[in-house]
């Protein structure tokens, strides 16, 4: 058995243990609701789950970062799990429409186990590039903060916070991308959550504020994101996160040493010591007024709002509706770059852009491919022009890919009769002498894109005009058949005149299919006395 009915049909997919645990082994697949993943490797497991790199079989250029949750050990703990999955679930579909955090694919249950399907990030995590770059220019400590600001107050926005941010939760792409990730410790909060559980889920040390309880549990708040964060740009600055202890004792000199390190100044290090003030009255209230601040000593930072566009499935004619990709700028001054569709059938509304706020109207052709029946991708490539940096050195702007999509379903097959020219043409004749078989034929063609069944029958046409009994004596052949795309079939028409009287017979060959497409194709059959005959071979009328 072959199809999705056979892979669902096959037995449990087989698991491998890897620390203590049992996980899915490379080459299984798992099903969801529209699709097929195939484990690729085991990228790293925690207290709930695992996280796999896998392939969308449908669309295999898609990397997947599959994430599994550890099925509960007890049946009382089955209710917590669905609430781990459940809000789990809804904050990634609801951070996945920023461009600094995973494109969110699906969740679903196979197995007795829950997965969520998100875009798979490629890159270095920020804790690694720490350790490796130290000490970080100026220009990637602000680069980054900025967009982890942008994203936070995303978040926060929606009434969301993080929860467990710190460098290893923080990828870095290979073209200079910052994307947060994993949103298992993320929490809802203000109105309509006020009496949501507390989270019984630990942060890490050297980024939790010191007005947590110290069992663990807390209630979702912003300035636990805000001391966060300030944690890691100090981090990015020193190499290593502030003193804890030093906080805790609300010690004036926590960040006085980082004025001294040539990656920071005086402004970026006052940012950084109010976001993790003891005090949480004296820290940002909010991401988005950190950002704020931010702006008046970073470099532009070009965003995008959307990294994947669907076009649906559509005909080849068929009217598509751009959609609008927006552009602008998280960061502070002016913003410029070019805009490039790197595929033949993708066109923009313009090719340059300008300004910290900029919306591109993006198109899709069907005409300018051949390519039928699967879904067809395409990037549409983003840059921002180059900047001075503090030195006075030109630093490569920022570069964006958005994904477009769209799969071209072949046209239906179509027929139409080659002898005639728009819907006023004349009928077709075919004439002959009286006493003779008269013969001739139809052009049938398929203008479509995919084969159409037809049948062909005929009718008369009585002199009041009506329709009347068929001709007696006229054959069509063949009477039914298939037409492939782009190919004519020769319809043959003949008839005995031995019965007619010389004249004119008006007669419809009707050509019907199963996509009820029908056809009615006049034609007049010319019966001519001898006389007249001759006449007409020399060219002259009676």
Sequence with gaps: MSGPLGRKARSLAKRKRYNDVMLLAPGEEV????????????????????????????????????????PARHPRDQAPL?????????????????????????????DGNFYIAQE?????????????????????????SVSLCDALAYLHARQIVHHDLKPANIRITPQGHLVLLDFGAAQYFGAGHEHDKPAELYGTEGYLPPELEADGQWIADIRTDIFALGCIL?????????DQEQINQRSMYVTSSLIQRPNADLGLVKLINR??????????????????ELREIAPPVLLVNRKNLWFGSVTPGQTIPPMTVTLYNAGGGEISGEIKPRAPW??????????????????????????????????????????????????????????????LQPAPGQLKVTELEGSQAGPIIFSG??????????????????????????????????????????????LEGTIEPGKTLLISVTISTAALPPGFYPAFVSIRTRARQSLSVPISIRVLSSLDFVMAKLGRHS
């Design 31 to 70: 099903p969801s609701h529209h699709t097929h993943y195939t484990i690729e490797s085991i990228v790293g497991t925690g207290a709930y789950g695992a996280v796999y790199a896998a392939r969308d079989i449908n669309t295999p250029g898609r990397q997947i970062a599959l994430k599994e949750f550890f």
């Design 82 to 110: 669905q609430a781990l999955f459940d809000r789990e679930r809804m904050v990634s579909m609801q951070a996945s429409s920023h461009p600094l955090m995973p494109t969110f694919y699906e969740a679903f249950q196979s």
């Design 120 to 144: 798979f990030i490629v890159g270095t995590t920020l804790d690694a590039i720490i350790v490796r770059r130290h000490p970080l220019p100026r220009e990637w400590i602000l680069k980054w």
């Design 234 to 242: 100090y981090e990015m600055i020193a190499g290593s996160a502030p």
């Design 275 to 292: 976001a993790i003030s003891y005090n949480t009255d004296h820290r940002y209230a909010t991401a988005g007024e950190f950002l704020e």
């Design 346 to 407: 993708i066109t923009v509304s313009e090719y340059r852009f300008a300004g910290n706020t900029h919306e591109v109207a993006v198109m899709v052709d069907p005409s300018k491919t051949a390519e039928r029946g699967k879904p067809l991708t395409g990037k549409l490539e983003i840059s921002s022009d180059g900047q001075g940096d503090s030195e006075g050195n030109i630093v490569a702007g920022d570069k964006w890919s958005v994904e477009c999509s769209v799969t």
């Design 433 to 478: 002498r009286k006493g003779q078989t008269i013969a001739g034929t139809l052009h049938l063609r398929n203008v479509g894109e995919m084969p159409v069944d037809f049948q062909a029958i005929q009718t008369t046409d009585t002199i009041t005009g009506g329709i009347g009994k068929p001709l007696e004596g006229l054959t069509i052949s063949p």
